[in-house]
């Protein structure tokens, strides 16, 4: 059987005995359209199944109304809750979303923000890689006229538009709550160092220790990926210590709840012996025994506030103006649970 052809809105004026122009706009609810022949129209559409082919109309119009989003890890709770907010700010905005993952690899990257370009989304808004330190392949937004836009990992100039989380007072909040619970030897395992929200995370915890009147010490603090596949040995490093220290910070949850199970494999109790606290507020850290102590990152609020931006750079593009580096700072918030509380 031969496949139909969609109904156009040629088909449709041919139906009514009136101009493509006019069944545009009725569809549209141009009042410059009689109501009469509007609700004609609009009802001819619905019996004849007529779609809007979005597609030409953005052509025509120069406008997708989609927006490109490129995210290290999908299955990230921080990174999903982010996402979530994006989306419920789009939809209201008559906004659609098209994501990409890199998996941490810049080439999967460059491959996700040439795609984007090629759909000819409205803006582009990224969080790198924990690995990109050379931001120039970003350069060709500005060749398309495409905002751009990133959010928690950004460039460390000012130079571009970014959404971000007090990661400096994250790690200051963090150390300081397990200080005030009596601990004075803190590990800090931090993410790659090339990226900058781990830069501020560690810049925090040794700005707590140093308020506090302790020493830093740079063997205390373990570098790795933060994954579950990269803890197991870091834990190993972490126990080489001497002497142990009795506290960790831990720059995500997903290496916080790895770390508790292999620590409770050693023997070693948690809080009484070592007190961790992580970073994200991952729902899994309330279901873990002892329940993580975390930093609350406001992903929702931060991917609704990072859209709303991006929205507003947009405006800016349709009017020819180019508005200067802004920069949004989201807080963050100590929850406290019971991996860190050892005082009563």
Not at 122 to 148: E, R, W
Not at 180 to 200: D, N, W
Not at 201 to 215: D, E, I, N
Not at 260 to 269: C, D, M, T
Request: net charge positive.
């Amino acid at each position: 059987m031969p496949k139909k052809n969609p109904v156009t809105i040629y088909d449709l004026a041919r139906e009514l005995g009136i101009s493509p122009s006019t069944v545009s706009r009725a569809l549209h609810d141009n009042p410059v359209i009689s109501a009469e022949v509007r609700r004609q129209v609009q009802a001819l559409a619905k019996k004849l199944k007529y779609r809007q082919n979005t597609l030409a109309a953005s052509l025509r119009m120069n406008r997708t109304h989609c927006i490109g989003i490129i995210v290290p890890r999908i299955n990230r709770h921080f990174f999903a809750t982010v996402i979530s907010g994006m989306q419920d700010e789009a939809q209201e905005h008559g906004y659609t979303i098209l994501i990409g993952q890199t998996n941490e690899r810049i080439e999967r990257e460059h491959m996700q923000l040439n795609a984007m370009i090629s759909s000819r989304v409205d803006g582009i808004m990224v969080s790198p890689t924990m690995y990109t330190t050379n931001f120039s392949a970003f350069a060709q937004c500005k060749a398309h006229h495409i905002p751009l836009l990133f959010f928690d990992r950004t460039p460390q100039n000012g130079h571009h538009h970014r959404v971000v989380g007090d990661d400096f007072q994250g790690g200051w909040l963090a150390t300081k709550h397990l200080i005030e619970q009596g601990y004075r030897r803190i590990a800090h395992f931090c993410g790659k160092l090339s990226a900058s929200i781990y830069q501020q995370r560690l810049a925090g915890y040794r700005a707590a220790l140093q308020q506090f009147g302790l020493s830093f010490h740079k063997r205390w603090v373990i570098e790795h990926e933060l994954t579950a596949e990269s803890t197991p040995q870091a834990i190993e490093k972490f126990l080489r210590l001497d002497p142990l220290p009795d506290a960790i910070f831990i720059a995500n949850d997903t290496s916080a709840l790895h770390s508790i199970k292999l620590l409770q494999a050693r023997g070693i109790r948690i809080p009484d012996d070592i007190g961790i606290v992580g970073y994200s507020n991952d729902p899994a850290g309330e279901l873990i025994s002892p329940s993580l102590s975390t930093i609350d990152q406001k992903g929702y609020l931060l991917g609704r506030t990072a859209l709303q931006t991006m929205l507003d750079l947009i405006r800016h593009r349709d009017r020819k103006r180019a508005p200067s580096p802004i920069t949004i700072t989201i807080p963050v918030e100590l929850i406290v649970r019971s991996s860190s509380t050892r005082q009563a």
